[in-house]
């Protein structure tokens, strides 16, 4: 049976994923833009628990994680605004393992899903240590993405592949998050055709994808597509409906003839 965050992917071509830190500038707007790129057509939302070291991420979204942290958002807080947008969209979490351990890993799958929580990204958990965290959350219903890197090799990337829920994260290019480089298209069509081989999830291409062109690069072939670091850069020093309006405006330019907002 498909997750409700695959069902939800399912549902659009390709579906767009925004990805947004809790708690930049402040969990008040973090919401009032959750909304605001449901309404212009996001099929699924990526929602970051500040970190103070985020190996996965780029300057931009560890930027954003600091302010965040420097306004005190926990993870409570987090799961408390997933909770206030649990009926808009399917949300997954972006988070790290310490913070999860931290918690409490069966009191963070138990507390994810009663909050609404679609899924969880764990990045820095590896293929190996999967039997330790997967579990758990499968228990609770949970749904686990995991990431297969452009340098995973192609056995490697089949097992993970395999063992994903929710959907696969396709990382479109070396190094961290960021809008600066794009992605490898040529190679991002061969590693998906390789992945479709292995599983049936959605495969969502994300680190990098910042505009229209690399939007409709990845489109023939990728079911979904992560906006993050051009996300937050876009509003990034605003807040409130100054915010909102501004990630309408990337939308529209992301989406094209796909823009449902107003």
């Known amino acids: 049976m498909s997750s409700r965050l695959e069902s939800a992917l399912r549902k659009h071509k390709p579906a767009f994923i925004p990805y947004l830190m809790a708690g930049d500038p402040d969990l008040e707007t973090t919401e009032a833009v959750a909304h605001a790129v449901r309404a212009c057509g996001a099929a699924a939302l990526e929602l970051g628990v500040p970190y103070g070291d985020p190996l996965a991420d780029g300057p931009t979204i560890a930027a954003a994680g600091q302010r965040a942290l420097e306004r005190g958002t926990r993870m409570c807080d987090v799961l408390a605004l997933a909770s206030r947008l649990r009926d808009a969209i399917p949300i997954v979490l972006f988070t790290y393992y310490n913070l999860v351990h931290a918690y409490g890993l069966e009191l963070f799958a138990q507390d994810a899903v009663r909050s609404g929580v679609a899924g969880a990204i764990v990045p820095d958990v590896t293929l190996e240590e999967l039997d330790d965290v997967q579990p758990i959350f499968e228990k ?111 939308a529209y330019e992301l989406l094209g003839s796909s823009f449902r907002g107003g």
């Open 140 to 250: 609770h219903g949970l749904a686990m993405p995991l990431l297969v890197a452009p340098t995973t090799p192609a056995q490697r990337a089949g097992t993970i592949a395999r063992r994903a829920s929710g959907f696969v994260y396709v990382v479109s290019r070396l190094g961290v998050t960021g809008a600066s480089a794009a992605p490898n298209v040529d190679a991002l069509r061969g590693q998906i055709a390789g992945l479709r081989e292995a599983t049936r999830l959605p495969l969502a291409v994300g680190f990098g994808i910042s505009t229209r062109k690399h939007v409709e690069a990845v489109a023939p072939f990728a079911d979904a597509f992560i906006v993050g670091s051009a996300l937050i850069d876009a509003y990034s020093g605003t807040s409130g409906a100054d915010a909102v309006r501004r990630v309408e405006l990337l």
